[in-house]
């Protein structure tokens, strides 16, 4: 009898290390599945889209004395002039992500709808009549900045573009000037901006930026000969919203 009890506790002791080494074997094969890994905005890859708000111009035109005396605009005089209007147009550009931080490049077309007139008066009731106008605005920037997810916080510099025209005319018998010139003229720009990733595709957001410009030299013709500004917009201000499309790039998955 005492046998056979024996016998029986080696077996049942056998048939329990069996069960939890099967069991101690399943939990090796089989584990929990991780969770669903929410991946990351991914700025990497090239975008175009649009842009639109409103921009501000300084203008600024002197009388060099090259040519003949417009006027009673001496040598050395000229007007400043401040004027606002709406802005819109296209951008294209490329970004590179590297961890937190994106770096890319951007160019930019814009049409402007800043123009003024100015009325010398000192010797009537606007004898000589200035206008100018700004109206295209074209930059090529590098960028800089840190995504934290779907936003992007950047700035941005470089190359800065702007068709100017400068007219001016007599209207006070007998006139002697009537003419005007367009020039393309070169500076440079900085600003800052926010992006918003709203799907992997679609980005929205605001930009700030400002220009400065070089001046140009306006040969304006009138009866009794040219007539010859310096001109250029001393500065440009622009704020606007933009919308981008951005291309798929691989996604960047979080663990």
Partial sequence: MRNKLI????CTTALVSTGAASAADLGARYTKAPAYAEPLFNWTGFYVGGHI??????????????????????????FRQRKSGIMGGAQIGYNWQANNYVFGMEGTISGLDNKGTVANTVFGAGDDIFTWRANVLATVVGRAGF?????????????????????????????????????????????????????????????????????????????????????????????????????????????
């Fill in 7 to 10: 016998a029986a506790f080696a």
């Fill in 53 to 78: 708000g409103g921009a501000w111009t300084n203008e600024q035109f002197i009388n060099n004395g090259i040519g003949a005396p417009f006027g009673d605009l001496v040598p050395g005089e000229g």
């Fill in 147 to 255: 995504a934290v997810q779907n936003n992007l916080f950047y700035i941005k510099g470089g190359y800065a573009g702007v068709n100017n025209r400068l007219n001016v005319s007599d209207t006070v018998a007998p006139a002697t000037g009537n003419g005007g010139q367009t020039h393309w003229v070169n500076g440079w720009t900085v600003g800052a901006g926010w992006e918003y990733g709203i799907t992997r595709n679609w980005i929205v957001g605001l930009e700030y930026n400002y220009a400065a410009f070089g001046s140009q030299t306006y040969q304006l013709g009138g009866t009794s000969g040219n007539y010859t500004f310096d001109a250029k917009p001393r500065d440009i201000q622009w704020a606007v919203v933009r919308a981008s499309y951005k291309f798929d790039a691989p996604v960047i998955a979080r663990y």
